[in-house]
């Protein structure tokens, strides 16, 4: 279904007004696999150099990353951009930048950090130029659009006035334009509810999102593996890896309740709606450092990966996917169809996740940490398996 626009022979798909699901289409993936390569050259970031401040360049680098892909999922969810020629000239644009910053994060971001920043404005401006001209031609979703450019407009003029402060401040003034442009969902939230995003879409478009990113683990895998021979220690380990990310995969897609996702974009429920898109920052950062935990793992007896923060990384992370995690499915549980199970699932988790977190602190053999990470893992996606086969569904 479109909807007739100011200007004449123009049209705009709007996804919100269609029934039924609506699935992802190959551009969009095309879009996302972009991204992925480009969180794949910011996790080179920490296997160079594998430390704490290392993790916080990783999650500096990941920041601006997540937020562009964000945006244009949330104007994709409400705009139909496969049948708009202009769009997809926008999104076309945008994936030069997208490539050109993996290239400059790939040779070291503290050494690129301003052209990094002038490709994340970039790619922000066509994106919001997409919004603009949306707005253009759908009065409908004018107070919507305007609000968004406006105040994301604002956020980008801060970012753009930073690149000429000086290099030892510059970072504050970047740091408070992505605030600003954080901000703006919290305070236009009444304007969310009366244009929602087309809420089959989303959580489609996060879960490929997610396989994706999963990938990156097998990478991984396959990197550690690389740089020792053969053999069926080397096999039994790359078996434990395998076992670690699967059990990732289950413990999330199992629990991906559409119907009660959709229920998100009602106005009872709109700061769940936030909890729950705003958590998957969080979520994607946990499975990028369990990733590159893995590959430690793996080569662990090199000489630069023997000390505290390479042993530590894969199960503090796997800890932190389990608690946000939790609270993804608390905030789309608590509503809708859901079982019990589901509820005690968030407990679970919680618990789980603090027992992993202790009793890594206590064991230092590669070995060990690959089975405990499992193991606590697997206990997760065993019980909560056991606890829905035995629970009926109950409507709330």
Known sequence: ????????????????????????????????????????????????????????????????????????????????????????????????????????????????????????????????????????????????????????????????????????????????????????????????????????????????FMILILGESFIGLIQGAALQGPSLELLWRIAVGVFIVSAIAWTYFDRLDVPAIENLAKETVITRYFIWTGSHFFLTCALIFAGVGVEFQLIRGHQIYTNMFVSSVLPISVALYLLVSAIIYWAADIIGPTVQASRLGHYLRIVVALSLFSSQWFIHDRDSILVLTAVHLWVVATIEYVMERRTPRNIV
């Not at 991204?35 to 050259?41: F, T």
């Not at 970047?174 to 939230?189: D, T």
């Not at 009366?194 to 959580?203: G, R, V």
């Open 1 to 208: 279904m479109s909807l007739k626009t100011d200007n004449p022979g123009k049209q705009l798909r709007f996804p919100l007004l269609d029934r039924g699901h609506r699935q992802a289409d190959w551009g969009e993936l095309f879009y996302d696999l972009a991204y992925v390569v480009v969180v794949s050259q910011a996790a080179h970031l920490l296997i160079e150099q594998p430390s704490f401040n290392g993790a916080f360049n990783l999650i500096l680098a990941f920041g601006p990353i997540w937020w562009c892909w964000m945006n244009q999922l949330w104007y994709s969810t409400r705009f139909h951009v496969r049948e708009d020629r202009p769009s997809r000239f926008f999104l076309f644009v945008q994936l030069i930048f997208i490539i050109m910053g993996g290239v400059l994060i790939y040779e070291g971001l503290e050494k690129n950090l301003t052209l990094c920043v002038a490709c994340y404005i970039v790619i922000r401006i066509l994106q919001l130029t997409s919004l603009w001209r949306a707005g253009r031609l759908l009065h409908y979703a004018r107070p919507f659009v305007n609000y968004f450019v406006l105040f994301h407009g604002i956020g980008l003029s801060i970012w753009f006035a930073s690149l000429t402060l000086p290099p030892q401040i510059q970072l504050y003034g970047f740091l408070c334009g992505f605030i600003v442009e954080l901000s703006s969902p919290f305070f236009g939230a009444s304007l969310i509810k009366s244009f929602p995003p087309h809420t089959s879409h989303l959580p489609e478009r996060i879960g490929l």
